[in-house]
């Protein structure tokens, strides 16, 4: 796997943990919970249908401070 620019955002593959992740600002939804930036959440869910359609297991989830991943699951 290589590292993969999706709408403009740079998705880092982690080799040890078979994901790809991006950071942006940290955002907050209504209840103050953290969420991703809506244009990053909608690279990551574009990078998900890529590696889908090339046969991948794919997962795309966020986590705290800006964090993105699509994760492949072997």
């Not at 209840?31 to 297991?57: C, V």
């Amino acid at each position: 796997m290589e590292n993969r620019k999706i709408n403009g955002w740079y998705f880092k593959y982690d080799e040890e943990n078979t994901m790809f992740e991006c950071r942006g600002e940290v955002m907050y939804d209504d209840d103050h919970d953290q969420m991703p930036e809506p244009e990053l959440w909608s690279a990551a869910m574009k990078l998900e249908a890529e590696l889908l359609s090339e046969g991948h297991n794919a997962e795309a989830n966020h986590s705290e401070k800006g964090w993105v991943e699509v994760t492949i699951n072997y």
